[in-house]
Nanobody
Framework: QVQLAESGGGSVQAGGSLRLSCAAS????????MGWFRRGTGKEREFVAAITWSSDNTYYADSVKGRFTISRDNAKNTVYLQMNSLKPEDTAVYYC????????????WGQGTQVTVSS
């Protein structure tokens, strides 16, 4: 079992930056991949970015590629999402989750952190 806690959200102007953090506790040793997801108002949850815990491979949604950077610190059991050149359409509640094995469902969702980008 893993517990996740997101933080770092806030309100910024378009073009600004935010850095989100996701602190994990529990069975982090069994984590294969950690991912960031978001849910905007009236929208379904969508994938944003992911990183493998051991190999440091990264994956991004086309909508954020070139603007967002995911990274992790295994010693701190934390994954980060650096968000640059933010756009109003990035406004959403951001969540992190873990994938225990390739192909497995993401789980261990945190409470999320709100990101609001003004025009």
């Amino acid at each position: 079992q893993v517990q996740l806690a997101e933080s770092g959200g806030g309100s910024v102007q378009a073009g600004g930056s935010l850095r989100l953090s996701c602190a994990a506790s529990g069975r982090t040793f069994s984590t294969y991949k950690m991912g960031w997801f978001r849910r905007g108002t009236g929208k379904e949850r969508e994938f944003v970015a992911a990183i493998t815990w051991s190999s440091d491979n990264t994956y991004y949604a086309d909508s954020v590629k070139g603007r967002f950077t995911i990274s992790r610190d295994n010693a701190k059991n934390t994954v980060y999402l650096q968000m640059n050149s933010l756009k109003p359409e990035d406004t959403a509640v951001y969540y992190c989750a873990v994938q225990r094995r390739p192909g497995y469902i993401y789980n261990g969702w945190g409470q999320g952190t709100q990101v609001t980008v003004s025009s």
